[in-house]
């Protein structure tokens, strides 16, 4: 992984696809999802670029890239090991997932998918931007996670590669064994190329650290005991020299098997929930996902950089279903209350575009300026298809968001000035419907389209007076809406007008941010302190065993190091991260706008201490990492200290080894190799007295490997 801390600008610039890559010892990294062809070092940003390798190898540990980027980030919330990534954030705020640039994240309607939406098998790296940006828009306010994927073929005739994979538990159980099969053919000639692939996957149970099988979520979804199928497509045209044309088409479902049920625990003796085979009501949870974009990029038009970019993108996430004991989706006027079985969906759909141009300023070439304009359309619901009712009604969002950056180098580029203005044009558009009759009854509520516009600024300054040794100062400001799915089903009284429902307006979150950064010569070391706020902030709480969205004021601050050391052994690596981090929200409603109570584990992360050692010389590599989660209390009401959620911490080490031969690449991963039991971090500070949903960590299991490059 290749970390670079630099200032944040969120500004949009242009969403091109991979075209630069790293160039030895004078690096010169394009971070693509930074929206700008200029180089990292000469960016005020904060982002972590994790290449191929590292991608890999924390792929064949945890078996995903959300796996991935929670272990290698140590401000990124420990993953829940489910199909849903509620309660997952990065700096305590949620991140927008990307393809290419191209958003996953439903913010309308959050169903919480957006991190398994592509087979890591078809992603070339992620680059990972850090805190509150309105670099791609909507959505960024925790950070972006762009997964970038694999380029064109770089010869002329076939070229490809191939994977085959095998996954068990520690006691090689028979319903815990799981395997990946993968392909990836590549060919072009002259100014044409194709790239195709497909890859299945099937997932055995899980196990945790005493033996017994992990829990199945049924209602939120489940990665263990799934299928998972993927294809993938890239098709190029080089214009000329400089100009390129790329359609990009990918889709990906993944589906429980429905084999298992879940029996509950007893948090007060600390007994998980566990699974037993059976067959659950209604379809099985699924999450599937289309995405196409079509790009063109022209790097030397009239001495500048012009991309164009139309993208379509469209998801449903089905989620599990029972007869509802808290009664939600109970109706008298169907079947009499306590017997109604239902299940919902989410469907989404965004059409978008985006538009940027840059170049040096004639007569001023230390300037770069970008100018550019996003368009995106959405429209999502929330269904229960069993009874085919309306949760969640249609809802359309509508964005036009012009914008302009500049950059300016001084003092021979050890000092430069950024700043931008992006100005968001917004509007939701919800017809007439009524709530479910759980809600209070159910009611009529008066649709409409409220309409709200902003302007995010975004400025910095980064001074570098030796190369590979920087301090930087900034200001961004992130821009989003609160999860106005839930919002309006959740709506149980009569007289609401949506034109004028103050909960529905947006959410703009301001982060600053100071840091220092030594690049030079064995050591690679980083210290950032960062601070959020957002004024009329969005959080997700439990109310009667469904959470719904509360708007209250947000202050988040964090301290993040890390440090990397090459050792006097040649190719070991030894390297450590840390963050710590407070979030604080206004809990009492007494009226005064102060923030007076901790963020629970659905908002904010533990703090985390990681350390690894990695070894890479000829054709062995290796890695051994440690995560350290450190114990911490959350106060739930203000002023009551004996009113707290007790988070107690754990450790899990995994380990990497990969040897390279004429006939490919042989790999063997162990996820929590000391097979230590644990119940996770969301289950501990969210809802650690639901003995449905007490849910360990998964145990010891390893992956073997073997891949093939022509």
Known sequence: MIRH?????????????????????????????????????????????????????????????????????????????????????????SPLYAINGIPQTAPLRDGARDGFSIDPFFVDRVEVIYGSNALQGIGGTGGIVNQVTVGPPQHDGLSGRVLVQGNSDTGFSGDGIGGKLAGLIGWRQGQVDATVGAVFEKRGVFYDGHGG???????????QDSRSWSVFGRFGYAVSDTARLDLMINRFQLKGEGDYVAIEGDHTNDVPTTSVRGIPPGVPA??????????????????????????????????GGEVDPIATFQDAALAPIGTLFDQSQNRSRKYGGKFSYERKVPGLEALTATLGLDVLYDKTEQRLIAT????????????????????????????HLAGGVRYEDVQITIADY??????????????????????????????????????????????????????????????IDIDDYVNISPIVSNNRELGVELKRGPLDASAAYFWSTSKNGSLLVQSGGVFEVQRQRVEIQGLEINLSARTPVP????????????????????????????????????????????????????????????????????????????????????????????????????????????????????????????????????????????
């Open 213 to 223: 099988r992990v829990g199945t979520d049924l209602t939120q979804g489940e990665t």
């Open 286 to 319: 699924t999450n599937r996902t289309e995405s196409a974009a079509l790009t063109y990029t022209d790097t030397n038009l009239w001495g500048g950089n012009l991309t164009l970019q139309a993208f379509f993108n469209r998801s449903r996430d089905t989620y």
């Open 388 to 415: 085919d009712r309306s949760w969640v009604p249609p809802t359309e969002y509508r964005s036009l968001a012009p914008f302009a950056q500049a950059n300016l180098a001084l003092l021979d580029d050890k000092l």
């Open 571 to 710: 190719g070991l690596t030894l390297s450590a991260g840390y963050a710590h981090l407070i979030g604080r929200t206004d809990g009492s409603a007494d009226g005064i706008e102060k923030v007076d109570r901790d963020l629970d584990g659905a908002n904010i992360s533990p703090d985390r201490l990681n350390l690894a050692a990695s070894y890479r010389r000829g054709a062995v590599s290796a890695r051994v990492q440690t995560q350290f989660f450190l114990s911490r209390k959350f106060e739930r009401t203000p002023g009551n200290y004996d009113d707290t959620y007790s988070f107690g911490g754990y450790n899990v080490t995994d380990l990497s080894l990969r040897y390279d031969t004429p006939f490919g690449g042989l790999t063997l991963a162990a996820q929590n190799v000391f097979d230590a039991f644990y119940i996770d971090y969301y289950t501990q500070t969210v809802r650690p007295t639901d003995d449905d949903h007490y849910f360990a960590g998964r145990g010891r299991n390893f992956t073997l490997g073997w891949n093939y490059r022509f």
């Open 5 to 93: 801390s630099i200032l944040v600008v969120p500004l949009s610039l242009c969403a091109c696809p991979a075209f630069a890559q790293d160039t030895g010892p004078e690096e010169r990294i394009v971070v693509t999802a930074a929206r700008t062809v200029l180089p990292i070092n000469a960016l005020p940003l904060t982002v972590d670029v994790i290449d191929n390798a590292a991608l890999s190898q924390q792929v064949a540990i945890g078996g995903s890239i959300v796996d991935a980027v929670s272990a290698l980030t140590p401000s990124f919330s420990p993953t829940r090991q489910k199909l849903s990534g509620a309660g997952e954030t990065l700096r305590g705020r």
């Open 434 to 495: 009524r709530t479910l009759a759980s809600y209070g009854g159910g009611f009529a509520v008066s649709g409409g389209t409220p309409k709200f516009s902003d302007t995010l600024f975004n400025g910095g300054v980064i001074l570098e007076p030796w190369k590979g040794i920087r301090a930087y100062a900034s200001y961004a400001e992130g821009y989003t809406v609160p999860d106005v799915g839930r919002i309006a089903r959740a709506v149980n009284k009569p007289g």
